[in-house]
């Protein structure tokens, strides 16, 4: 028992003068080469760096040193408040983000999507709005609007002419142009185009036609654009074709007989109807499809226009393409007159007497 009791208290002898022969150094600087995980937390810590940034960092290790005296109590002791102060600042400081990401969570909602709505094409020219809408099927022209509109004959005024019959709704659809001087007088005399427009139609119909003119004109009326076709029937000869642009007061034709069936006149329609062509037995024979010629001319003669085209369609008889032109038949045998022309005439000249 005494034994063990010496044994015990020489090993603690020996502990004793070992331990007081140690020196222990504590690094006062960082190294350039200290640890980067704490120098990343002082740069992201904000606010809360300056406060920590005024306590020694201890280094990582500790470089145990026998040489030199020193008081190991005094190196003990700052060693220990140095890893406290560590162990305070590690428990202190909060664990910090990168100021531009974001924590995930999975309750976090996900961002909304936002609705791109799509830049707006460069904004064309505002057209007017049509009177009548064109299917433009096929081919088109285009045309300036028309700038007013004269008489076919005697142009501007008619000069030299007279309206043997006039236009009736449900009966007569257009006008009879004669000259004064009565009979065929005025056969092979200039027709003109009452407006700038583009020749939609022009042949022989043969029938109670002869050779015919159709021109397409376009308009300004108020905020509106509009169309019409202005016809010439009864034409001795034809001198435009169709697609041919025209102007107004521009010889289209010459005055005929439709083949020797009447004396010589000119037959104008002015129709707001553009689809009608030559087969005038399918529409309503009034004002909602044609115009009175004269009334239409005299209200419309000066009008606005620009150096702007605008597109007319150019296919729109399509109830035409079921007639045969090659086997309508010819009345050039039965030349005689019309008796209204006739009375018209004579009314005329009572008039100037």
């Known amino acids: 028992m005494l034994k063990k009791i010496s044994t015990a208290l020489l090993c603690s002898l020996a502990f004793l003068g070992q331990t007081h022969a140690q020196e222990v150094i504590i690094a006062r600087e960082a190294k350039p080469n200290a640890p980067e995980r704490v120098a990343s937390i002082s740069e992201q810590a904000g606010p809360e760096s300056d406060r920590v940034q005024s306590v020694p960092v ?3 290790k500790s470089q145990v040193s026998e040489k030199g005296p020193a008081s190991a109590k ?4 700052q060693m220990r408040r140095a890893g406290a102060l560590a162990a305070e600042r590690g428990e202190k400081l909060p664990r910090l983000e990168p100021a531009n990401m974001a924590r995930p969570s999975s309750h976090a909602a996900k961002p909304e999507t936002a609705v791109v709505r799509p830049l707006d094409r460069p904004a064309r020219e505002e057209e007017p709005i049509r009177a009548h809408p064109l299917s433009f099927s096929g081919d088109t022209a285009f045309i300036k609007l028309a700038n007013g509109f004269d008489f ?10 007279y309206k043997a019959r006039g236009f009736r709704s449900g009966g007569h659809l257009g006008e009879d142009w004669d000259g004064i001087g009565g009979g065929d007088t005025d056969l092979g005399d200039p027709i003109c185009s009452i407006g700038d427009g583009v020749v939609v139609f022009a042949r022989d119909c043969h029938m109670g036609w002869g050779n015919v003119v159709i021109v397409r004109h376009a308009y300004r009326e108020g905020a509106a654009i509009k ?5 010439y029937g009864h034409l001795d000869s034809i001198l435009v074709e169709r697609g041919q642009r025209v102007v107004r007061g521009q ?10 069936l009447y004396d010589a006149h000119l037959h ?4 707001k109807n553009i689809t009608i062509g030559m087969s005038r037995d399918a529409f309503a024979r009034d004002f909602s499809n044609y115009y009175d010629p004269s ?8 009008l606005q226009t620009g150096a702007r085209t605008y597109r007319v369609a150019m296919n729109t008889f399509t109830r035409d393409g079921a007639i045969r032109w090659d086997k309508a038949r010819n009345y050039s045998r039965h030349r005689g007159g019309t008796g209204e022309s006739a009375a018209a005439l004579k009314k005329a000249l009572a008039s100037q007497h």
């Open 58 to 60: 201890p280094p990582v």
């Open 74 to 77: 005094l190196t003990v002791e």
């Open 268 to 271: 104008l329609e002015i129709r």
């Open 227 to 231: 169309n019409i076709d202005s016809l």
């Open 295 to 302: 009334q239409f001319i005299l209200s419309h003669r000066n």
């Open 152 to 161: 076919p004959v005697g142009k501007p005024e008619a000069q030299g002419y």
């Open 251 to 260: 010889e289209i034709a010459t005055m005929g007989t439709a083949h020797g």
